[in-house]
Nanobody, 111 residues
């Protein structure tokens, strides 16, 4: 049974930082490209970043330079370091591995 469990969301002030984690089980983690997406209020889900099995990364233009995706294959965990957060980053953030999605973690950026 595949499980992707996100954590690390919360309430943060504009300009602040958060690090999201996604712990995977039931898959060969090191073989998978891992990705983060988000769904902002009233919007469709959108791509945020991915990291390949070889460590190559790609980030959406909206987060480039502020967010960084990384992975720890020994822990079967993918991370999303989010810096310089803006109110428009408020969303539910989802972890993805192929056809599998986590349940999401809420990030709220507000003063």
């Amino acid at each position: 049974q595949v499980q992707l469990v996100e954590s690390g969301g919360g309430l943060v002030q504009p300009g602040g930082s958060l690090r999201l984690s996604c712990a995977a089980s039931g898959i060969i983690f090191s073989d998978n490209t891992m990705a983060w997406s988000r769904q902002r209020p009233g919007k469709q889900r959108e791509f945020v970043a991915y990291i390949t099995r070889g460590g190559l990364t790609h980030h959406a233009d909206s987060v480039k330079g502020r967010f960084t995706i990384s992975r720890d294959n020994a822990k079967s965990t993918v991370y999303l370091q989010m810096n310089s957060l803006k109110p428009e980053d408020t969303a539910v953030y989802y972890c993805q591995a192929g056809a599998y999605w986590g349940q999401g973690t809420q990030v709220t950026v507000s003063s």
